[in-house]
């Protein structure tokens, strides 16, 4: 065989490994994934709080309308167009010590936050995905100052939600 021949070869290999092993992995460019059935819109609806923690069905709200508007593969719009409902209620905020300064002082704060959410058809009302229980945890430090500590708090919140908002998307494409 001659050289060029072989470098042919070797160029086509390549480029049929390049083609066909990511689709054989799993993997998948994250925005262009589609749901079984025909599901094409997707409306966030206000989570339920069953805590003491004010803001935090916001928090999610709005975690959960970013995340789906980054991914793109359903098209964000309000409850009465939309082909699928996601739905939630957040159980359980809590927040603790966890770490002391040598004069007994707390150092930093850890946050859990615990909900269970599901993805309904609009037209049908059925279930169609849920996970419950899903929990996130963030940590954040502590201060002097009691309104720095509240601010820390939110923000470690925040990132929860954002986090827990990308679980719930891409579970809902990964495990439909």
């Known amino acids: 065989m ?8 070797f160029l086509l290999l390549l480029l049929l490994l390049s083609v066909t092993l990511p689709t054989a992995c799993g993997y998948g460019l994250r925005g262009t994934r589609q ?3 025909d599901y094409r819109t997707v409306a966030i609806t206000p989570f339920v709080n069953r ?3 004010s803001l ?4 999610i709200y709005n975690a959960l309308v970013e995340e789906f508007a980054r991914g793109r593969s359903l098209e964000v719009v309000r409850a009465g167009d939309a082909d699928l409902l ?3 209620t957040i159980v359980k905020v809590e927040s603790y010590s966890i770490s002391y300064s040598p004069d007994d ?3 930093e704060y850890r946050t859990s936050l615990i909900l269970d959410v599901e993805a309904v058809d609009a037209h049908t009302l059925k279930v169609v995905w849920s996970r419950n229980g ?3 945890v963030e940590e954040y430090k502590a201060s002097r100052e009691p309104l720095e500590i509240d601010r820390n708090k939110q923000i470690a919140l925040k990132r929860i939600c954002t ?3 990308e679980n719930i998307h891409d579970g809902l494409f990964n495990n439909f």
Do not use: F, P
């Not at 001659?2 to 070869?9: G, N």
């Not at 935090?56 to 928090?59: L, T």
């Open 2 to 9: 001659s050289a060029l021949r072989i470098k042919r070869l």
């Open 56 to 59: 935090i069905e916001n928090y």
């Open 35 to 37: 749901l079984q059935g």
């Open 86 to 88: 996601i739905k939630g």
């Open 163 to 165: 986090i827990l908002a």
């Open 134 to 136: 899903m929990h996130e």
């Open 51 to 53: 805590t003491y923690e």
């Open 105 to 107: 002082k707390t150092y």
